[in-house]
Protein backbone atom coordinates (compact mmCIF):
# COMPACT_ATOMS: atom_id res chain seq x y z
CA UNK A 1 0.00 0.00 0.00
CA UNK A 2 1.54 3.20 -0.91
CA UNK A 3 1.33 6.73 1.16
CA UNK A 4 -1.29 8.20 -0.58
CA UNK A 5 -4.01 4.79 -0.01
CA UNK A 6 -2.56 4.77 3.91
CA UNK A 7 -4.05 7.93 4.96
CA UNK A 8 -7.66 6.64 3.48
CA UNK A 9 -7.05 3.28 4.61
CA UNK A 10 -8.60 3.39 8.10
CA UNK A 11 -11.82 5.77 7.81
CA UNK A 12 -14.62 3.25 8.84
CA UNK A 13 -14.89 3.67 12.81
CA UNK A 14 -17.59 2.24 14.78
CA UNK A 15 -17.34 4.26 18.79
CA UNK A 16 -17.87 1.36 21.41
CA UNK A 17 -18.82 2.85 25.06
CA UNK A 18 -16.28 0.87 28.38
CA UNK A 19 -19.28 1.10 30.69
CA UNK A 20 -21.38 -0.85 28.59
CA UNK A 21 -22.73 -3.92 30.20
CA UNK A 22 -20.54 -6.96 30.29
CA UNK A 23 -17.79 -4.82 28.61
CA UNK A 24 -14.71 -6.80 28.62
CA UNK A 25 -16.18 -9.84 28.20
CA UNK A 26 -17.57 -8.69 24.58
CA UNK A 27 -14.51 -7.14 23.96
CA UNK A 28 -12.74 -10.28 23.82
CA UNK A 29 -15.63 -12.26 22.61
CA UNK A 30 -15.72 -9.13 19.20
CA UNK A 31 -11.92 -9.69 19.24
CA UNK A 32 -12.36 -13.73 18.63
CA UNK A 33 -15.23 -12.81 15.80
CA UNK A 34 -12.71 -9.81 14.37
CA UNK A 35 -10.09 -12.73 14.38
CA UNK A 36 -11.95 -15.45 13.06
CA UNK A 37 -13.48 -13.65 10.20
CA UNK A 38 -9.60 -12.03 9.55
CA UNK A 39 -11.16 -8.52 9.44
CA UNK A 40 -8.57 -5.88 9.90
CA UNK A 41 -9.29 -3.40 12.41
CA UNK A 42 -7.47 -0.98 14.85
CA UNK A 43 -8.39 0.01 18.53
CA UNK A 44 -7.87 3.84 19.33
CA UNK A 45 -8.47 5.26 22.61
CA UNK A 46 -9.88 8.53 22.11
CA UNK A 47 -8.53 10.58 24.68
CA UNK A 48 -7.29 10.17 28.85
CA UNK A 49 -10.43 9.68 30.51
CA UNK A 50 -12.43 9.08 28.23
CA UNK A 51 -15.07 6.44 28.28
CA UNK A 52 -14.95 5.11 24.89
CA UNK A 53 -12.70 3.12 22.38
CA UNK A 54 -12.61 3.81 18.43
CA UNK A 55 -12.30 1.13 16.51
CA UNK A 56 -11.35 1.58 12.57
CA UNK A 57 -11.84 -0.15 9.60
CA UNK A 58 -10.13 -0.58 6.14
CA UNK A 59 -13.70 -0.93 4.54
CA UNK A 60 -17.61 0.32 4.97
CA UNK A 61 -19.26 -3.68 4.89
CA UNK A 62 -16.42 -4.40 7.74
CA UNK A 63 -17.37 -1.44 10.02
CA UNK A 64 -21.49 -2.08 9.10
CA UNK A 65 -20.61 -6.47 10.57
CA UNK A 66 -19.13 -5.11 13.40
CA UNK A 67 -21.73 -3.01 14.13
CA UNK A 68 -24.21 -5.31 13.36
CA UNK A 69 -22.36 -8.54 15.61
CA UNK A 70 -21.88 -6.18 18.18
CA UNK A 71 -25.45 -5.37 19.01
CA UNK A 72 -26.16 -9.06 18.89
CA UNK A 73 -23.84 -9.28 21.67
CA UNK A 74 -25.12 -6.28 23.99
CA UNK A 75 -28.96 -7.92 23.40
CA UNK A 76 -27.13 -11.27 24.72
CA UNK A 77 -25.64 -9.62 27.68
CA UNK A 78 -28.78 -7.92 28.85
CA UNK A 79 -30.12 -9.50 32.27
CA UNK A 80 -33.24 -11.87 31.39
CA UNK A 81 -33.19 -12.35 27.87
CA UNK A 82 -31.16 -15.67 27.73
Known amino acids: MDKGQASNAWIYHVVMP ?6 LSRLQAMEDWLSEWEI ?13 LL ?22 ALPGLH
Open 18 to 23: LTALRF
Open 40 to 52: PYEVVPLHAGDTA
Open 55 to 76: IRFPTEDFAHAFIAVEKEMAMA
